[in-house]
């Protein structure tokens, strides 16, 4: 397994870290950044997408599923290569294509041309996210890694939060294209940043596809994604359709959903760090104190959904409850493996990604043959799974 005590190439060998290597650090968190907002885009954009491609809501769904499925499987792919391989090479090639995906989604004239283009989004959701993960290590000092870790993850957080957001004000100024088309900027901003910024990052070592297996047997680990699944599906069955819900349920006009959406992100990056700092000492009890709030959110949101005002003050409990989950998740994983960081990252990205499917695949079906409401009680119910587990041993993984 990979031993994050062994020393790694590209790992600086002072005790200072330089300029430079936090440019880096910046670089791959915008990387990051650049890719899952690129994968939560169509939510903030759902409605104008399906409605110029003549497609019903819930076909629309299909957006989140494909990538989410094809980056599940590509995460622990990625960290299975030979010795000696460049992760910055594998990062700007990554990038590149992931600007490919995005001008093929601007351009896209149907549906099926459009989840062409999202299946290269979820091989590069798969590569980036994975040798991001255990990169902050190889980039700066011993004592500097856990912040580098954090800017790293934060371009995840901020990026789940922020994402859709961003997406829906660009929508609304210039149209979903315009979107999708920024989104290309940006990655190829972020690829010239990243090739300037890193050194050379060749990996220090092979990792077989039977020590992968092999950290299965880590039963924190097991438990770990088993928690993620049912946590992050839930709340993706919801997501996934939160444009229609405040359009077409709350009756909301359509120059409200950006700053909805972004009152909602705000409170994400808050709930960001205000989960982050308390997850390092007790990562169970916070993601159980997330759990639950998403769970009576959720079911009040089925509930009191079509009264406006209550649909704004749950969207912005939910964010913050949600702006916690990513880095809550990782910081369990970590915990639970901290001998095999790429590892154990790769397995909680491939999790995380297949419950992204699973929530959105399972809420488009829901939503077509049950409605938003009904939709909103099952997501609701899929916290029941996360609240039992961490009920059971609420001080797993504490901090000495």
């Known amino acids: ?10 790992r600086p060998n002072s005790a200072s870290t330089s300029l430079r ?8 968190g915008l990387a990051t950044f650049s ?3 690129t994968e939560m885009l169509p939510v903030g954009l759902l409605v104008p997408i399906t409605h110029e491609l003549n497609v019903s809501v ?5 957006m989140l599923f494909v990538p989410a499925i094809l980056a599940a499987l590509f995460a622990p792919l990625i960290v ?5 391989t460049d992760s910055r090479w594998l990062l700007c090639g990554l990038l590149a294509l992931l600007m490919g995906a995005n001008l093929a989604s601007a351009l896209a004239p149907s549906m099926p041309w459009l989840l062409g283009a999202r299946v290269l989004v979820g091989i590069c959701i798969g590569g980036i996210w994975a040798i991001a993960g255990g990169l902050a290590g190889r980039l700066v000092a011993p004592h500097a890694v856990g912040v580098a870790t954090a800017i790293i993850f934060g371009g995840v957080a901020v990026a789940s939060v922020l994402g859709v957001p961003l997406g829906a004000f660009i929508g609304e100024l210039a149209g979903w294209r315009a979107a999708f088309g920024t ?8 690829l010239v940043l990243i090739w300037l910024a890193l050194p050379p990052l060749p990996a220090p070592r092979g990792l077989s596809a039977r020590e992968l297996a092999w950290l299965l047997s880590n039963s924190a680990l097991r438990r770990g994604l088993l928690i993620t699944l049912f946590m992050v599906a839930g709340h993706f069955m919801a997501y996934t359709f939160v444009r229609p819900m405040l359009q077409t349920q709350a009756g909301f006009g359509q120059q409200w959903i950006g700053l909805l959406l972004f009152a909602y992100g705000v409170a994400g990056v808050a709930g960001n760090f205000l989960a982050g700092s308390a997850a390092a000492r007790r990562p169970a009890a916070v993601l ?3 759990a639950v709030t998403l769970l009576l959110t959720l079911a009040l949101l089925g509930g009191l959904g079509h009264w406006p005002p209550a649909s704004a003050l749950l969207l912005v ?7 916690g989950v990513s880095v809550s998740l990782q910081i369990w994983m970590l915990r639970a493996a901290p001998d095999a960081v790429d590892a154990a990252t790769a397995f909680f990205v491939a999790m995380f990604n297949l419950a992204i499917a699973a929530g959105s695949f399972l809420g488009a079906a829901s939503v077509d043959a049950l409605g938003l409401q009904m939709n909103a009680w099952l997501a609701a119910a899929c916290m029941l799974l996360p609240v039992g587990a961490l009920w059971r041993r609420p001080h797993a993984l504490t901090a000495a």
């Open 288 to 290: 159980m104190t997330i």
């Open 317 to 323: 409990v939910w964010g913050l409850a949600y702006g």
């Open 80 to 84: 299975i290569r030979p010795k000696g």
């Open 1 to 10: 397994m990979t031993q994050t005590s062994t020393p790694q190439a590209g």
């Open 183 to 190: 989104m290309a900027v940006l990655c190829a901003a972020v």
């Open 58 to 62: 819930g076909e629309g769904g299909w």
């Open 35 to 37: 890719v899952v907002t």
């Open 21 to 28: 290597a936090w440019l880096g650090v910046t670089a791959v």
